[in-house]
């Protein structure tokens, strides 16, 4: 059974920082695209970044320069590091896995979601 949960959520003022944790279990991590996703109120689910098997990033143009994905396979955790946090950003954020190595846009398994907010 695959498992992802997310940790490090919480309440930050604008432009301060944040790091988001994802640990899988069930799967070959090392094999699999990861990604994150989130979901601001009234909005619709957005994709934000992802990491293929072998560490190459993609991120989405309102997120390019502040946030750094990457992953650790030891430990079978992804990190994204969130910086010079906006308002904008305040949403539930989901990671994401693949059960391939090169998915752009990994969604066969997710996590159960993580509160970020950010105060103006």
């Known amino acids: 059974q695959v498992q992802l949960v997310e940790s490090g959520g919480g309440l930050v003022q604008t432009g301060g920082s944040l790091r988001l944790s994802c640990a899988a279990s069930?799967?070959?991590?090392?094999?699999?695209?990861m990604g994150w996703y989130r979901q601001a109120p009234g909005k619709q689910r957005e994709w934000v970044s992802s990491?293929?098997?072998?560490?190459?990033?993609e991120y989405a143009v309102s997120v390019l320069g502040r946030f750094t994905l990457s992953r650790d396979n030891a430990k079978n955790t992804v990190y994204l590091q969130m910086k010079n946090l906006k308002p904008e950003d305040t949403a539930v954020y989901y990671c994401?896995?693949?059960?391939?190595?090169?998915?752009?846009?990994?969604?066969?398994?997710w996590g159960q979601g993580t509160q970020v907010t950010v105060s103006s």
């Open positions: 990491i293929s098997a072998g560490g190459s990033t």
């Open positions: 994401a896995a693949d059960r391939g190595p090169l998915a752009r846009r990994p969604t066969d398994y």
């Open positions: 069930g799967i070959i991590f090392r094999n699999n695209a």
